[in-house]
């Protein structure tokens, strides 16, 4: 794995030139992107959630496409439209802006439930249909969808299946005051995003997503991710629990963490690390619970605490697989 290993650390130290003091966060970031999955990003306005997904897409030569998410836009201003050219007699695919490899989803909460819902197909099947024609995304394929909590007016709440979607939910947070002074010092002169170079091609990518599904995870850390996920459906605070794709998330992630640390086994403490970001979007606490302010997260933190981590050989049947 130290192929992966060295991938993942060019890509987030290339990207730490732009987003200072945000270490773990990029890692998911990038973890994400070897899970062949999606993000959302949810914390205040300002914080560097689009610098983040422009400097991910630069590091890596990716296409890169803004999609600004107003409460008027159309699903075809997502997806594209067919026009009729006269010259042919036929009609002609325009794609959209989904048609990138890097997609930024700006705001996704501020569309109509309609528009959000033209990003179904694309996150799940990685292809969009128009007037009836199947058209495939490019690869690697990724959303990077931002929403701001705070702002609440003329915003429509994802919907379950829509935020079931998503492999994680990230938030940045404010940096700190030593950082802080040193975004304004990096950014005396020009913003760093504009000498930011490619440290890796698309083909180095793909290559990387296929090998961090060889990473090993023992029977009784498997059974660990699953309790964890059953726990959220069986928790008496909870209205509705993480589907199965809780599961795949702790499992996948937990992969490409490992092998981006140069192992070739999921520990236990990387799944406790990653149940807050892959499990909490998929938790909805019941009405008596949101009205003593039960969050989601505190939910799932009670969880990890109460389910016990497995122990002993974690590698045992590595060599014999």
């Known amino acids: 794995m130290s192929q992966v290993q060295n991938f993942a650390e060019r890509v987030v130290s290339n990207i730490e030139r732009v987003i200072v003091g945000k270490r773990e966060t990029v890692e998911l970031i990038v973890a994400g992107l070897l899970c062949q999955g999606h993000i959302l990003i949810e914390d205040v306005p ?32 997502v997806t594209g439209v067919s026009i009729f050219n006269q010259s042919t007699r036929e ?22 439930p309609k528009t959000q819902a033209a990003l179904l197909e694309a996150m799940e099947e990685r292809q ?37 979607r998503f492999l994680l939910r990230i938030r940045l947070g404010y940096p700190g005051k030593d950082d802080e002074i040193d975004i304004l010092e990096r950014q005396q002169f020009r913003h760093p995003i ?42 008496a605070e909870v209205y509705l629990g993480a589907s199965p794709r809780g599961s795949l998330a702790l499992y996948r992630t937990g992969q490409t ?54 122990g002993g050989d974690l590698t045992g049947e590595l060599e014999g697989r």
């Open 257 to 310: 963490r490992a092998a981006m640390y140069g192992r070739e086994f999921v520990l236990p403490d990387e799944v406790k690390a990653l149940a807050l970001p892959a499990l909490a979007h998929r938790v909805i606490p019941g009405p008596a619970a949101r009205l003593r302010d039960v969050t989601a997260e505190r939910i799932v933190e009670e969880i990890v605490e109460i389910v016990p981590a497995p």
């Open 91 to 112: 009609f002609e695919f325009r794609p959209g802006p989904i048609m990138a490899q890097i997609v930024l989803a700006d705001e996704i909460n501020r569309a109509t």
């Open 46 to 77: 300002g914080v560097g959630k689009t610098m983040l997904a422009r400097s991910l897409a630069r590091s890596l030569g990716c296409s890169f496409s803004r999609i600004q998410f107003t409460p008027d836009m159309l699903p075809s201003d």
């Open 128 to 164: 969009i249909t128009v007037d009836g024609v199947t058209h495939p995304l490019p690869k690697p394929f990724m959303v990077l969808a931002t929403q701001n909590p705070i702002e609440y007016e003329g915003t429509f709440p994802l919907p379950e299946a829509q935020l079931d």
């Open 194 to 235: 504009e000498e930011l170079a490619p440290v890796a091609s698309v083909e180095d990518v793909l290559e990387m997503q296929e090998a961090v599904k060889s990473v090993y995870a023992a029977p009784t850390v498997k059974q660990y991710m699953v309790e964890l996920t059953r726990q959220t459906r069986q928790h």
